[in-house]
């Protein structure tokens, strides 16, 4: 007892061999070993009773811990699904800009060495040979630097910064929410799961026995006050004295400490709390003559005890169904004592049965009063031998490990969200089902279907093609080893699921580092399943796992948001230069105003849309997993939209904007500017909600949205009124300015008329795609007349294949 098993092997001989497989199952319950149904040691494992023998068949890197450490030690290099987006749109955005800035380069020097390009003075900027080098090459720079800067303008430099922002800020803000976050990429990835694999013991139960039902002969008893004085003392006896446990009370008033086995642990608490049970006065007033240790082959302990007045008692406790079969007689709960025959036995039986299939474990006292005269001992006479037949039934407790408060609402929050949920448990299948139920994972009409309830071992046995067929149904899996909760979810990616796993153990920890996510348990996990995981549940709970996946959904949505937004801005800035390049031979929006917008609109745009909190709207929509479009059609609407609307107004000032307000070139060129960038400020408060019509719901609580708005307003006043040269800009009137934010105050009514407009779930592209191959499909039917001149024409079917068409 208390040796650590230092190799994996086999049982030889030996006797009551209990240990404790925590470190491998992740279950604190003790597993018993034998020659017979359980063989099997597993290094790691600590010896909590019992001696054996056995035959050690691997050690060290070949032995279960040795292969288990070996897969979590491998580092991986994996893509988080949002990284694999990012990486496409950013390679599609560089090579649309880059498309386009050599399409305005081609045409700006087209038109510059053809003479079509003019200067201040209204001569031509090159006219031939009476051009000097350093004058082309001003022309030449002037033109290519417009080129570089739409590049520049085109790619998103500000989306890893939104990124960063965003996440850096949910991490922070998960830490109050019992979250705390090891790698930053988890947070957006776990916007994405589409199945999460919890372990049961400590995630969704308490990882605590308790005494959850209390019979006295064949009556339930709700309220322990209800069974008479002698029966009480009759129990303080049976527990308080046949237990390998002890209960220590600190100071008056505070908690019990009480230490021993869980199930130990379990009645104990159960006698202080609920019986009233004293240890400290119990233990002085009995004398322990004889005690029966635990046998994993009888299932039951006993005491021998004498009191102080002479009396001598028996106490057995153990299986039920081992204890019943010993009694004759019963307690009832007015301590009278009644006969137990076939029809008493069979209803005692029965609820035994009723507290097993709900997953109980079943804990039965029997006690006898006996004189001295009536004491056996063993033929060596060294030892006395304890009354085992005719006791009396004192009762029969259940105990389980119960779920924690609020599993079941955060269980069923995550299923309505569209996430599955796999239970993977060490336990066994009974106790996997009951608990399952219990927390709304496995539905009561599907308890009994094979499909959806399975063993580790039969799981492992199956084929790749069963198992890649079958993953998806199972909900719940019994006696897993650590391999097996791997083996699902290799299996669970393969299918193209994003996967998040829970646990706490050092089992847990290969699939912990598998996994899309690993999430491990803050209080009651090992070093090695934090190391392995990206988030650590600081409070050991799983509705603190939903919470989770709410800020994941946050921050993928947030980061939706600013590349709706950011888009916006490049649709727009590109089309305009690509259209006024081509047409005027110039660009409206001058270097240094399109950084400036890039500047503004990407650090503060970014930080602004960052810190958005996440609402219960997102916990109603599916999970985008690992194949659906950063850009979905909702966002290709509202971008388009706000982008068509800005090219348009834009292009009007470009080309008659000097003749509707009445203002000079440069004048005109400002107001283009100014127009612009107000556009994308209002259009920020667009891009709060891509579906809601309402953005402005609960912008009073994000003060640092409207604190940004503010800077950014503020620097646009100063770098069109106070930045002249800088900015090549001129001072605007009141007149035009408002104006400029009467023009831009539309984008508002046009976000709410567009998010009107209803889009297929389809992504936008291959719609487009669709359209343009039916369209090519569609031909004309075919009326071909009888003959020549014949006015009668009759239809007939069209043929794909004209070879095969027959004759007419």
């Not at 202080?272 to 322990?288: A, N, T």
């Not at 599993?407 to 060490?426: D, E, F, L, P, Y």
């Not at 990206?534 to 600013?562: E, H, M, P």
């Amino acid at each position: 007892m208390g040796d650590q098993i230092p190799a994996d092997g086999l049982f030889l001989d030996g006797y009551s061999l209990q240990v404790d497989e925590s470190s491998m199952t992740g279950e604190s319950d003790h597993v018993e070993v034998d020659s017979t149904k359980n063989p099997f040691l597993f290094s790691g494992a600590k010896v909590v009773d019992g001696h054996a023998r056995m035959l050690v068949t691997s050690v060290g890197m070949n032995t279960a811990w040795g292969e288990m450490m070996s897969s979590i030690s491998q580092d991986s290099n994996e893509r988080t699904p949002l990284q694999e987006r990012l990486d496409k749109l950013t390679s599609s955005i560089g090579k649309v800009g880059l498309a386009v800035a050599f399409l305005v380069l081609v045409v700006l020097l087209i038109r510059y060495f053809t003479g079509n390009t003019k200067d201040d003075y209204g001569r031509k900027e090159y006219s031939g040979s009476n051009k000097s080098i350093d004058s082309v090459l001003s022309g030449v720079v002037r033109i290519v630097s417009a080129a570089v800067t739409i590049v520049v303008v085109a790619i998103p430099e500000g989306l890893p910064l939104a990124v960063t922002l965003t996440l850096a800020y949910s991490m922070k803000r998960m830490m109050n929410d019992q979250a705390m976050v090891r790698k930053l990429q988890a947070c957006e990835t776990m916007g994405s799961a589409t199945v999460i694999c919890t372990d049961k013991t400590g995630t969704l139960t308490k990882n605590e026995m308790e005494v959850t039902q209390f019979f006295v002969g064949q009556d339930l008893i709700e309220k322990d006050n209800s069974i008479t004085s002698n029966v009480r003392e009759l129990f303080h006896q049976g527990v308080g004295l046949n237990t390998t446990g002890s209960v220590y009370m600190p100071l008056l008033g505070s908690k019990p400490e009480i230490s021993g086995s869980p199930t130990e642990k379990a009645i104990l608490h159960w006698a202080v709390s609920d019986l009233g049970m004293d240890m400290e006065k119990l233990k002085p007033s009995y004398d322990i003559l004889h005690v029966e240790t635990f046998n994993s082959d009888k299932k039951r302990s006993g005491v021998l005890i004498k009191k102080k007045n002479n009396t001598i008692h028996v106490h057995w406790k153990g299986a039920a169904e081992m204890i019943v079969a010993m009694c004759s007689s019963y307690y009832e709960t007015n301590g009278t004592i009644k006969s137990l025959d076939e029809d008493g036995r069979s209803n005692i039986e029965k609820t035994i049965q009723g507290m097993a299939a709900s997953s109980l474990r079943c804990i039965a006292f029997a006690h006898a009063q006996i004189s001295e005269k009536e004491i056996e001992y063993s033929n060596d006479k060294a030892h006395p031998r304890l009354k085992e037949d005719g006791l009396i039934l004192l009762g029969v407790v259940g105990l389980k490990d119960p779920c924690r408060p609020g599993v079941t609402k955060a269980v069923r929050i995550c299923m309505s969200a569209g996430v599955q949920i796999k239970m993977i448990t060490g336990d066994n299948v009974f106790t996997a089902k009951a608990i399952a139920t219990e927390c709304g994972i496995l539905k009561t009409e599907d308890v009994e279907n094979g499909d959806q309830v399975i063993e580790g071992a039969e799981f492992r046995n199956y084929t790749p093609e069963e198992r890649m067929k079958r993953v998806d149904r199972i909900c719940v899996m019994a006696r897993s080893s650590p391999f097996d909760k791997l083996l699902m979810v290799q299996c669970l990616k393969q299918k193209g699921h994003v996967v998040a796993v829970t646990g706490d153990g050092t089992n847990d920890a290969p699939a912990l580092k598998e996994a899309d996510i690993g999430l491990s348990m803050g209080i009651q996990g090992t070093e090695v399943a934090k190391e392995s995981s990206d988030i650590i549940i600081l409070d050991d709970n799983f509705n603190s796992v939903a919470t989770v996946l709410r800020w994941g959904r946050c921050v993928y949505n947030n980061i939706q948001k600013f590349i709706q937004f950011q888009l916006t801005v490049n649709v727009a800035a590109l089309v305009i230069n690509f259209i006024a390049a081509v047409s005027a031979g110039e660009v409206p929006l001058t270097a240094v105003q399109l950084l400036w917008v890039n500047l503004i609109m990407d650090t503060l745009g970014a930080l602004a849309l960052a810190t958005e909190r996440p609402t219960d709207e997102l916990m109603q929509k599916k999970p985008v997993g690992r194949t659906a479009p950063l850009i979905t059609n909702i966002m290709w609407r509202n971008l388009l939209c706000q982008a068509l609307y800005q090219i348009a107004i834009l292009l009007t000032l470009q080309f008659s904007g000097e003749s509707i307000f009445n203002v000079t070139a440069a004048v005109n060129d400002t107001l283009i500017f100014n127009t612009f960038v107000l556009c994308q400020i209002f259009n920020e408060f667009n891009s709060r909600s891509m579906e809601k019509q309402n953005v402005f719901k609960g912008i009073h609580r994000n003060k640092l949205f409207i604190g940004i708005v503010g800077i950014t307003i503020v620097l646009q006043v100063v770098m069109v009124e106070f930045l002249k040269k800088f900015a090549s800009t001129e001072r605007l009137t009141l007149w035009q300015w408002a104006t400029c934010v009467a023009i831009a105050a539309v984008s508002w009514p046009i976000g709410w008329i567009v998010k009107c407009i209803p889009v297929p779930d389809e992504p936008f592209f291959k719609t487009i795609k669709r359209s343009l191959t039916n369209k090519r499909n569609v031909r004309a039917p075919r009326t071909p007349s009888l003959g020549f001149g014949s006015r009668t024409k009759v239809q007939v079917p069209e043929f794909r294949n004209q070879d095969k068409m027959p004759d007419t």
